[in-house]
């Protein structure tokens, strides 16, 4: 191998869970790579391993064809354990290790965790509740969290969804409500600026292998909020984009 190819390495990575049931779990790991263009790389070999709360370990390894410097890498893991908001199960969490190889070196490689959920709501607009792994969650209370605010995430009860709003969540705040099985909405602030589509895309990388990040809010109005909301859609499939929050069920 050329010695000017172990200058490429990741650029980001999207852990996506597409698919989950109690017999398998599907992934997509969707990257980008750096120098790939100008290095004339035209596909990487990529291998993943997630170890699992029950010590099992799964691995795969495949070649990925490279477009416009990137690619997707899809994957499947059987009997997975499901990770659940703390009403309704466990929160079992995986280790993931993504490697990056051109030929047979080791170029770059990348750590993170994954949970095996699927949050889905049935519209942008519709009063109904969250489904979690397909059982029914009903929302009982709403609580914004600001940037000032972060430190009431822990203590909030059950049946609460947790709206991040005017600002991204820091990366300790969703590694908490990943471990106590909170579901937190995340706002997108809107920005006329021309970095904003990068800005959405690199939140949207940090963030999206978060069990607890149950869906993206979009302001309902206006052409930015619009193309920033169909921006997301193609980032985060797994995911609802949200024009409004879900409605909080009513007491009595």
């Given at each position: 191998m050329a010695t000017n190819e172990a200058s490429i390495r990741f650029g980001s990575i999207r852990p996506l869970v597409r698919y989950v049931d109690k017999e398998q779990a599907i992934i997509d790991a969707v990257f980008t790579v750096t120098n790939a263009k100008s290095l004339d790389v035209k596909s990487v070999e990529l291998h993943s391993l997630l170890k699992g709360p029950r010590g099992r370990e799964y691995s795969h390894q495949s070649t990925v064809l490279l477009e416009n410097g990137g690619g997707v890498m899809r994957f499947s893991i059987g009997d997975p354990r499901r990770w659940w908001p703390a009403a309704m199960g466990e929160q079992a969490l995986y280790e993931i290790a993504m490697?990056?190889?051109?030929?047979?070196?080791?170029?770059?490689?990348?750590?993170?965790?994954?949970?095996?959920?699927?949050?889905?709501?049935p519209g942008e607009h519709a009063p109904a509740p969250l489904l979690v792994n397909g059982r029914q969650y009903e929302v009982q209370e709403v609580i914004p969290i600001d940037r000032d605010d972060e430190d009431r995430l822990l203590p909030v009860g059950r049946d609460c969804l947790l709206l991040i709003r005017d600002h991204f969540g820091p990366d300790l705040l969703y590694e908490a409500a990943d471990r106590a099985g909170i579901l937190l909405v995340q706002a997108v602030p809107l920005s006329h600026d021309l970095e904003s589509d990068v800005r959405v895309r690199?939140?949207?990388?940090?963030?999206?292998?978060?069990?607890?990040?149950?869906?993206?809010?979009?302001?309902?109005?206006?052409?930015?909020?619009?193309?920033?909301?169909?921006?997301?859609?193609?980032?985060?499939?797994?995911?609802?984009?949200?024009?409004?929050?879900?409605?909080?069920?009513?007491?009595?």
């Open positions: 490697t990056l190889l051109v030929g047979d070196e080791v170029v770059d490689t990348w750590k993170g965790t994954l949970g095996m959920t699927s949050v889905r709501m690199r939140q949207v990388d940090r963030l999206a292998a978060h069990p607890s990040l149950a869906g993206w809010l979009v302001d309902p109005m206006g052409r930015l909020a619009d193309r920033i909301a169909g921006r997301v859609r193609l980032l985060d499939p797994t995911r609802n984009v949200l024009r409004e929050l879900p409605c909080v069920r009513q007491a009595g």
